[in-house]
């Protein structure tokens, strides 16, 4: 095998680390500089590889948060306390350090602005991150593609500390076609307008369009969110074919 | 393994070591049961529920779930190794040998079948070498520590392989379909391997 080049087979590269940005007390972004990044497609991910001087190796999956269109690839890191991996991402790498990465991986969880809308976002806590990938895209289509596909958020977060690309989805809530939702399931700030529970079936009716305008949705959380979210939706009508799902176990 | 690794700087080990040779490259071991499903659990009436075993012809063998219920029971405990990088030791799961199935699918007449490629509730498929679910290897699971399967966990019944990456070990499952030729499945169409060894790291296409 060494040396050899299968077509089409993923391999380790090493990146390098060119920024990194705080986007809450516990998570940050990492910009990479991949050498020979072959693009994506925006709710893929990647695998990460750390390999210690002993040989000891641990390997864990991040998805993408940058558009397709962007130049390099940013991964955000939510750190999971005394986890393995997430606290070194967020802790101890920084800009000029290489970071072993494969990818793109996966196909189903994705979307592109040709498969147009409607397009309906569901995320909790960091499961926004494969979601941004989508608003980004979707940001940087031409306003001609941009105009027939209207997209939803709906993101439920902790706290208003919580809320990653808390400025971004601020901004991009700003086009027309862009409406985003927040619910705040812990402690919300004293003039705090939108919703303060976790997402029930009055909030997806809410914010969701009817089933009957067969929106494309995309939901990504931790399991008992993705389980109630996803039900909820079937049981409003929505086709189980065009709710696509991603759920975060612990990935220290 | 061809690749050499670049050593991360300042990365060391936090964990305890695993048991010896327990823990397949690239794995970490967790103790809870991470749920991956690439879309909504569906639920499944066991009253019309039914497992089928059909072969390239046509021919077929049916259970239904009281059907299924009365063949012997196996009680495998196991390792299982997610692809997404999580293993969980000595799982304790209820189910029916697929040996127990073909043969009584041969005895009915159901022919062939180098590969199969397993199909469920919700149209996910995946494909495994027969020789990977036969001489012990697999079964059709309905119980999970103790209880029945979880809706969320693949119930009322998955395939279990667990010496491959649990994709491979179907959620939902309805049926196998025999196949003189391997064919890709769900995610093995989307890059994952064919088959899906994690002991030799068989995570996408190519590996």
Known sequence: MAGATIPGRLTWQVATVVDVRSETPRARTLVLDVPQWPGHRAGQHVDVRLVAEDGYQAQRSYSIASAPEDSSVELTVERIDDAEVSPYLCDVLRVGDGLEVRGPIGGYFVWDIAQGGPLFLVAGGSGIVPLMAMLRHHARASSAAREGVPVRLLYSARTWDDVIYRDELERLAEAPQVQVSLSLTRDAPADWRGYRRRIDRAMLEEVSWPASETPRVFVCGPTPLVESVSTLLVELGHDPARVRTERFGPTG | ?207
């Open chain 2, 1 to 207: 393994m061809a690749d050499k690794p670049f050593v991360a700087r300042g990365f060391h080990s936090k964990r305890a070591v695993s048991p010896a040779n327990r823990l397949p490259p690239g794995q970490y071991e967790t103790r809870d049961f991470p749920v991956l499903s690439a879309g909504p659990t569906p639920r499944a009436s066991l009253a019309t529920w039914d497992f089928t075993i059909r072969d390239g012809d046509g021919r077929s063998v049916r259970w239904t779930w009281d059907e299924l219920q009365s063949l012997p029971h196996d009680t495998p405990t196991v390792d299982i190794h997610c692809v997404t990088k999580w293993s969980k030791f000595g799982t304790r799961w209820e189910g029916v040998s697929i040996d127990t199935l073909l043969d009584a699918a041969r005895a009915g007449g159901v022919l062939g079948g180098a590969f199969i490629l397993a199909f469920c509730d919700g149209g996910y498929t995946t494909n495994v070498p027969l020789a990977d679910v036969t001489g012990g290897k697999a079964w059709v699971a309905f119980g999970y520590d103790g209880a029945p399967l979880p809706p969320e966990h693949g119930g009322p019944a998955r395939l279990l392989v667990p010496h491959l990456y649990f994709w491979k070990s179907a959620k939902w499952v309805r049926g196998l379909q025999l196949l003189e030729r391997d064919e890709p499945g769900f995610w093995e169409k989307l890059g994952y391997h064919d088959r899906g060894d994690p002991w030799r790291e068989q995570r996408y296409q190519g590996d």
